[in-house]
C-alpha cells in the first residue's frame, strides 16, 4: 500500500532466499523480463555445472540472510515515484558452501578453499546510503530496478529529476520499430533512440531521459564537427 510496504516486501523475499518471490516485489512492467533472464541464468548454470539441480530460485539452500531493526526513510520524487532509504538497522548473512548446491565438477576444483563464511553491515554506517526506487502502478507500490539504478546515476551526477519524461514514439510494426531504432541510432539522434523505449518496462528511460540527452549533447556536437557522417 505504499513504498515501505513494497521495500519490505522485498526484503521478506530476500530473507526468506526466494529469487522468484524478490522478483514478483518488483515493478509489473519489469518481472516478464527479470524471470525470463533468471530462469534461464539458472538452466545454463545447471548446463555448464556451476549449480546442481537442487539450485531452487524460490528457496536457496546455502544462503542465510537477515535484516534486523529497519528503519526506512520515505522520499517522494514525483506523483507515482518515491525513494526508500535503509537510514538504520543492520542485514547479515552466512554462506555455507556444504549447503549451497554448487555443480559436481566446481565443488571438486574448489574444495580445498570451500569454507563457512559470515558477514554483515550497519546500513547507517556506509558510505553511500543503501536506496531502493519504488513506483505506483494502479494504486500499488512496487520495487523498481530500473529507477533504482537511474536514481543512483541521477544522485551521483548531482542532477535534478528532469521535470517531464521524454514521450515515447511507436511504430506500425516491430521491423519499422527496430528500423527507427538504428536510424537515430547510427544518425546520432539521442532522443529519438531513448524515446523508443517501450512505455511501461521503458518507463525509467523515458523519465531520466532528458539527463542523458542533455548530458550526450556536447560529445554529439563534437563528433559532427569532426566529420562525423
Known amino acids: 500500500a505504499s513504498p515501505e510496504d513494497a521495500v519490505r516486501d522485498?526484503?521478506?523475499?530476500?530473507?526468506?532466499?526466494d529469487i522468484l518471490g524478490m522478483i514478483d516485489a518488483l515493478d509489473p512492467a519489469e518481472v516478464p523480463a527479470a524471470r525470463q533472464a533468471t530462469e534461464r541464468g539458472r538452466a545454463d548454470a545447471v548446463e555448464a555445472d556451476l549449480v546442481s539441480?537442487?539450485?531452487?530460485?524460490?528457496?536457496?539452500?546455502?544462503?542465510?540472510?537477515?535484516?534486523a531493526d529497519l528503519d526506512l526513510v520515505t522520499e517522494s520524487l514525483d506523483d507515482g515515484l518515491a525513494v526508500v532509504t535503509f537510514a538504520g538497522g543492520s542485514a547479515s548473512w552466512t554462506f555455507d558452501p556444504?549447503?549451497?548446491?554448487?555443480?559436481a565438477d566446481l565443488r571438486e576444483a574448489l574444495a580445498s578453499e570451500l569454507a563457512v563464511t559470515t558477514a554483515d553491515a550497519a546500513f547507517a554506517e556506509l558510505d553511500d546510503p543503501l536506496q531502493l526506487a519504488t513506483v505506483e502502478r494502479d494504486g500499488r507500490w512496487y520495487v523498481s530496478v530500473s529507477y533504482t539504478v537511474a536514481e543512483y546515476a541521477r544522485q551521483a551526477s548531482g542532477l535534478e529529476l528532469p521535470a517531464a519524461p521524454l514521450t515515447a514514439v511507436g511504430?506500425?510494426?516491430?521491423?519499422?520499430?527496430?528500423?527507427?531504432?538504428?536510424?537515430n541510432l547510427v544518425s546520432l539522434d539521442v532522443a529519438?533512440?531513448?524515446s523508443s523505449a517501450a512505455p511501461g518496462e521503458g518507463d525509467a528511460v523515458l523519465r531520466y531521459a532528458p539527463l542523458l540527452i542533455d548530458a550526450a549533447g556536447d560529445d554529439v556536437a563534437g563528433w559532427r564537427s569532426d566529420g562525423y557522417s
Not at 556444504?98 to 555443480?103: E, R, S
Open 10 to 17: 522485498f526484503v521478506a523475499a530476500t530473507a526468506d532466499e
Open 53 to 67: 539441480e537442487g539450485f531452487s530460485l524460490d528457496g536457496l539452500e546455502g544462503l542465510d540472510v537477515a535484516f
Open 98 to 103: 556444504a549447503a549451497f548446491p554448487l555443480g
Open 171 to 183: 511504430a506500425d510494426s516491430p521491423e519499422a520499430a527496430a528500423d527507427e531504432f538504428y536510424s
Open 192 to 194: 529519438g533512440v531513448l
